[in-house]
């Protein structure tokens, strides 16, 4: 988290007014995701497995935030980014699935699932290379907060419902191999161990 923060604040202070915009251009591309690491008590783990905090107050820095994450997600192709996984431990996440818009999430409360349930195939960007089916829950509705400070209550089916539940789950510091039968959990975990001795 530190190393994050620290790489914004030491380019700015370097940096001309009319560079601005450069510099944040820069800021985006220096964005880290953390990495879940196949060891207990990592720095990295520890973050990705804590209970983030409300935001609560929307202010420019938490609109700048989210268009960072933004294009952090877009940069690493992925359709959602939590806060944990960019080492801020707020409840904010962004969401651009297929065939969707981008959005932001700030302070979200699921209100609402599905009794029906669907086995889907997925990723995390905190866990390159690895996929898994997940059973989640068809339609949900949630409650959220925009950059903006405008609330907002949205139904979503099929895959923003996927990716809101995932990202969701990494506010709570849930990962989505959490939620895998343990022959599937083990099958990941052998993954990560082979990856990190392939280096
Ligand atoms: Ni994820």
Same mark, same amino acid.
Request: proline share 4%; with cysteine.
């Given at each position: 988290m530190k190393k994050i923060l620290s790489i914004p604040c030491s380019f700015r202070a370097y940096t001309i007014p009319f560079l601005h915009n450069t510099a944040l251009f820069l800021y985006h591309l220096n964005m880290e995701i953390i990495r879940l690491e196949n060891k207990d008590n990592s720095e990295n783990?520890?973050?990705?497995?804590?209970?983030?905090?409300?935001?609560?107050?929307?202010? %420019?820095?938490?609109?700048?935030?989210?268009?960072?994450?933004?294009?952090?997600?877009?940069?690493?192709? %992925?359709?959602?980014?939590? %806060?944990?996984?960019? %080492?801020?431990?707020?409840?904010?996440?962004?969401?651009?699935? $297929?065939?969707?818009?981008?959005?932001?999430?700030?302070?979200?409360?699921?209100?609402?699932?599905?009794?029906?349930?669907?086995?889907? $195939? $997925?990723?995390?960007?905190?866990?390159p290379g690895v996929w898994a089916h997940v059973t989640r829950p068809e339609k949900i509705k949630i409650q959220a907060w925009d950059e903006k400070g405008r609330a907002f209550t949205l139904e979503?089916?099929?895959?923003?419902?996927?990716?809101?539940?995932? $990202?969701?789950?990494?506010?709570e510091g849930i990962l989505f191999i959490d939620r895998l039968d343990t022959a599937g959990r083990a099958k990941v975990l052998s993954k990560l161990e082979k990856q990190k001795k392939a280096g």
């Open positions: 783990n520890r973050v990705l497995r804590q209970k983030s905090k409300p935001v609560k107050n929307i202010s %420019g820095e938490i609109r700048k935030t989210a268009q960072e994450m933004l294009d952090t997600m877009h940069r690493d192709k %992925g359709v959602g980014l939590a %806060g944990p996984q960019v %080492g801020l431990l707020k409840r904010i996440f962004v969401t651009h699935a $297929e065939g969707d818009q981008p959005r932001v999430f700030i302070d979200p409360s699921i209100i609402w699932t599905s009794q029906d349930q669907v086995r889907y $195939e $997925e990723g995390c960007l905190s866990i979503a089916s099929g895959l923003l419902a996927r990716v809101i539940l995932h $990202e969701y789950d990494h506010l």
